[in-house]
């Protein structure tokens, strides 16, 4: 039996592949499309957000991002936090 993580931060900009097609890939794969999956990017304002969202992906964090609040930030958005 293979582990799969609790959740994906996914950099919408990557040098090979970028996050949308990364997210395509992992919702078509039935092992993975039940993955929460958040993504990470730099360039966001309130209707980027919105299609991100309609992609199905749980949250978005922008970038710069505190490192010591990031785990929070994560929880919060996939209502982990008690």
Request: net charge negative.
């Amino acid at each position: 039996e293979v582990e799969q993580p609790d959740a994906i931060l996914l950099d919408v900009m990557m040098p090979e592949i970028d996050g949308f097609s990364t997210l395509k890939q992992l919702r078509a794969n039935q092992a993975t499309q039940q993955i929460p999956v958040i993504f990470l990017t730099a360039k966001v304002c309130s209707e980027d957000r919105h299609q991100f969202l309609q992609l199905g992906i749980n949250g978005v964090i922008t970038k710069p991002f505190d490192p010591m609040s990031l785990a929070t930030e994560v929880e919060t958005i996939l209502g982990w936090v008690p």
